[in-house]
């Protein structure tokens, strides 16, 4: 079955499996049973939709950015363990230079921190944005119940 777009839409959603209160109904009652859909609900699907892509994203980039602070703190152990009387090689874009141990564990501490700090600020922004799907999704379940899918 479909639904059926408002007066003020022309947008329509196909709905894949039947709700399940109808799965022993007969097909012609279930293809009979349209939902409109309304500007404010279509408004309210498309901005779960971007918040969806957005908390992907987010997602995405969080789990590099754990990444990085282990690596990091891997790095900064190594260089701890290194005893090279010549300093450590330390990687600048596509060379190496020589650094002192301290210079080197001050600047991998740099980096450690930033990347805890952008963590912290992602981790943030993603629970705002599930908060923000979380209501919208019980608010269009309470609305097209199981004609409309939201998960993922």
Known sequence: SRLRPSAQTRCWFERRDPPPATLGAPM???EGSDVEVAKEDQQNINRFSRLN?????????????????????????????????????YRVGEAYMCMAEDRVTEKLAKLIEEADSKLTTKTDEIEEVKIEMDKLKKLLYSKFKNSINLER
Do not use: P
């Open 28 to 30: 012609a009652d279930i």
């Open 53 to 89: 892509l957005k908390y992907e994203e987010l997602d995405f980039e969080l789990v590099q950015l754990k990444k990085d602070v282990q690596t990091y703190k891997d790095a900064t152990e190594e260089v701890e363990g290194c005893m090279e009387e010549d300093g450590i090689r």
